[in-house]
């Protein structure tokens, strides 16, 4: 009787303590080398599922804007045409891993983000990382150097786990299309508040979103300014405040 009393308060502090985990988003900048001085952004664009926007795609062809591409293995699967555009265009596209199923790395299936339920525990993290990166390894004959968890939030333990497994986590500083929510307009007012070291966040699995569009537009206002564009494989970057 006396060991049951003392049970129930050690189980309600453990409750608690995990609900009191909170995931963080990653913002990071671009950590440019000393003496650079020209205008340099990454553009990142995640292709969680879904399809894909050939017209964003072709713009960056066309531009030779390069971005670092986010591919789950389930986009990759659902999207034979799409990954064939992105490697005939190697010199442009750099793909990275956004995970198998796109489960965000929050720790508990009883938690979500973003309407998205986290994975059961570390063991399914792993998983979904290293699924997720066999599938890029297959896709484009490369293994991943980056990882992006599904909405970019994660859990302090679930980040030590991603990196110890030997990924760069990959976070941003300007979010440009909100999940590919935002209107042409909006993602313009985004972008037009670029700076240089900046890595950016939009998607390129959305073709009926109007993300293509006010991309295109926002990066072309970019180029004029004289920006250019690296992706994240060799970059180094560095942590920063939200924006
Ligand atoms: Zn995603």
Redesign the pocket.
Known sequence: MKSAFLLIPVMLSSLAAAADVQPVELHQQLSLPAGVTDKVVALTL?A?GGGFDADLANFLIERRIQATIFATRRWIRRNPDGLAVLKAHADLFDIED?GAN?LPAIIGADRSVYGLAGVADLKQLKREVSGGADAVKAATGTAPRWYRG?TGEYDPEALKTIEAMGYKVAGFSVNADSGATLAKKQILRRLKKVRSGDIIIAHLNKPASDTGEGMAEGLQLLLDEGYRFVTLRDAQVVPVGGR
């Open positions: 995640d969680c956004h796109h599904a």
